[in-house]
C-alpha cells in the first residue's frame, strides 16, 4: 500500500474514514435529494426531458469516477485532480488543474447555502435569504472544526432523513400519478421528439451535472482514509451509481407532474421554486413544505458540511505544495483539520452566497460557473491517466487506461461546448487568470515544485 512519506510529505491528518464513510461522505456530498434545488432549471434546459439530461450527467461522470480510480491507487493523496494532473503530467498541469477546480470548490459552499436560504425563505419569507445563509455559513464552520470523525457521524444521520423525504415524495407521486394527475406521456422525461436536439440535451447535462459533483470529493479524503487506496475508487463508483439511481427515479417522477410545462420552458425558474410548486400539486400543501425543508437542511448544512471539509482539503494540498499561501496549510493540533483553510472557505462562502443572494438568478448563474470549473478540471483529469500510465508507465491495460479516458474527455467537450455562453466567458476569464499567476510564478523564480518521490 503506497503512503504519502513515499512522495516527500507527512502524514498529519488523522486515517480514521472506512469504505462506508467515504461512499456515504460522497452520497452526501452530491445530495440524494439534489434535483429538488435545480430542478426548474435542468427543466426549462432540457424542454422537459429531466431525466435524459440526468442519464447523459451520468455517463459523463461515470467515466470521470474511472480515471479518479485509477488515479487514486497510484497517487493516495489529499489534493483531488490538483495532485492526479501534477503528478501524472507535471506539476504547472497540476497547478491549473487546481486552478480550474477551485472555481468548483470555492464557489459550491456558497451555492448550496444560497440554495438553502431561497428554500428556507420560500417557506419563512419573513427571514431573509441571507440571514439563512449566515446561520448555515457559522453552524457548519464549527463542526468542520471540531474534525472529520464529527463531520463523518454527522453524515450518516443526514443521509438516512435525506432518504426518508425522497421516499415520501416518491410515494406520494406515485399515487398522484395513480390517480391521472399526469401533464404529460410516460416516457416524455426521457424523450420529447418536440423538443430533442443534441444541443439541448448536452446543455442541459451541463447544469445536470452539478448533482452529480461530489463523488470527486471523495478523493480529497485520500490522507483520511485507512484502508487501501483501491476502496477509495470503488467508494466512488458507488457513491455515483446510487446517487445516479435516485436522481433518474426522481425526476421522471417530477416531470410527469410537473404544472404549466410550457411556462416553465419558455421562461426558466429564475426564484428556484418549481419542484415545489409541483410537490404541491402532487400532494398539497404540506409536501412542499417538508421537500423545501429538507432540500434547505440538505443543501445548507449536509452538502456544505461536507463541501467545506473538501475545498479546505484542496486549499491545503497546494498550500502544502507552496502553490498557494503557505497559511492554509496549518494544521490544527488537536482536531487534525486545515483549520486556516476551513475558515477561509466559511469567508468566502459568506461574502460571495450573500452578495448573489441580491441578484435575479443568483442559483442558476453560480451553478454553471460551478459546473464550468470542474468540467476543465476532468477533463486534464483524463489526459493525466493517458500520460501517467500509457505513455510513461506503458500500461497496456487500455481500457482502463486509455479507452475510457478519451470516451470520457470527448463527452465533457461536448458538454462544456453547450455550456451557459457567460459561464465560459467567466470560466475562461479563471482560467486566464490562472495562466497569468502561473506565468508570474516562473517570472519571480517560484515555478511549482512537487516534492520528490521517495524511491
Known amino acids: 500500500m503506497s503512503t504519502i512519506e513515499q512522495f516527500g510529505y507527512r502524514q498529519e491528518l488523522q486515517r480514521s474514514l472506512g469504505f462506508a464513510d467515504l461512499m456515504i461522505y460522497g452520497l452526501i456530498f452530491m445530495v440524494p435529494i439534489a434535483p429538488f434545488g435545480i430542478f426548474g432549471n435542468v427543466f426549462s434546459v432540457s424542454h422537459g426531458m429531466v431525466a435524459l439530461a440526468y442519464v447523459v450527467g451520468l455517463v459523463a461522470m461515470a467515466f470521470t469516477a474511472l480515471s479518479y480510480a485509477q488515479m487514486a491507487r497510484a497517487f493516495p493523496m489529499a489534493g483531488s485532480v490538483y495532485t492526479y494532473a501534477g503528478r501524472g503530467i507535471g506539476a504547472p498541469v497540476g497547478f491549473m488543474a487546481g486552478w480550474s477546480i477551485l472555481l468548483d470548490y470555492i464557489l459550491v459552499p456558497s451555492l448550496l447555502y444560497l440554495v438553502a436560504g431561497v428554500a428556507m425563505n420560500?417557506?419563512?419569507?419573513?427571514?431573509?435569504v441571507w440571514a439563512?445563509?449566515?446561520?448555515?455559513?457559522a453552524l457548519n464552520t464549527v463542526v468542520n472544526y471540531l474534525g472529520i470523525q464529527m463531520t463523518a457521524r454527522i453524515t450518516r444521520i443526514m443521509l438516512v432523513a435525506e432518504l426518508a423525504v425522497l421516499a415520501v415524495f416518491l410515494v406520494v407521486g406515485a399515487v398522484a400519478l395513480a390517480q391521472g394527475k399526469a401533464q404529460t406521456g410516460a416516457l416524455t422525461p426521457i424523450?420529447?421528439?418536440?423538443g430533442f436536439t443534441w444541443s439541448v440535451v448536452f446543455a442541459a447535462a451541463s447544469v445536470a451535472v452539478l448533482s452529480f459533483l461530489g463523488f470527486d470529493g471523495i478523493s480529497t479524503l485520500?490522507?483520511?482514509n485507512r484502508e487501501d487506496a483501491r476502496r477509495?475508487?470503488?467508494?466512488?463508483?458507488a457513491a455515483l451509481g446510487l446517487a445516479a439511481v435516485l436522481f433518474v427515479v426522481q425526476t421522471w417522477v417530477a416531470a410527469l407532474l410537473t404544472p404549466n410545462r410550457d411556462d416553465l420552458i419558455a421562461g426558466g425558474d429564475p426564484s428556484g421554486n418549481a419542484f415545489y410548486a409541483t410537490a404541491e400539486f402532487a400532494g398539497g400543501h404540506w409536501l412542499p413544505v417538508l421537500t423545501a425543508v429538507a432540500t434547505a437542511v440538505a443543501w445548507g448544512f449536509a452538502n456544505s458540511l461536507v463541501a467545506q471539509a473538501a475545498t479546505s482539503r484542496l486549499l491545503f494540498a497546494m498550500a502544502r505544495d507552496r502553490q498557494l499561501p503557505s497559511f492554509l496549510a496549518k494544521v490544527d493540533p488537536r482536531h487534525k483539520v486545515p483549520v486556516n483553510a476551513t475558515l477561509v472557505v466559511a469567508a468566502v462562502s459568506l461574502i460571495l452566497g450573500v452578495f448573489m443572494s441580491g441578484r435575479e438568478n443568483g442559483v442558476g448563474e453560480l451553478a454553471s460557473l460551478v459546473n464550468f470549473g470542474a468540467m476543465t478540471a476532468f477533463l486534464l483529469l483524463h489526459v493525466a491517466v493517458v500520460v501517467h500510465y500509457v505513455i510513461r508507465r506503458r500500461s497496456t491495460n487500455w481500457w482502463a487506461h486509455l479507452v475510457a479516458p478519451v470516451i470520457g474527455f470527448a463527452v465533457l467537450v461536448a458538454v462544456v461546448v453547450n455550456q451557459n455562453v457567460a459561464a465560459q466567458w467567466v470560466g475562461g476569464l479563471w482560467l486566464l487568470v490562472g495562466l497569468l499567476l502561473l506565468g508570474g510564478s516562473y517570472l519571480f523564480g517560484r515555478k511549482p515544485v512537487l516534492p520528490t518521490e521517495v524511491k
Not at 122 to 128: E, L, R, T
Not at 132 to 137: E, G, P, Q
Open 122 to 128: 420560500s417557506f419563512v419569507p419573513a427571514i431573509p
Open 132 to 137: 439563512w445563509l449566515i446561520a448555515f455559513v
Open 191 to 194: 424523450f420529447d421528439s418536440s
Open 222 to 224: 485520500a490522507e483520511e
Open 232 to 237: 477509495l475508487g470503488r467508494s466512488m463508483l
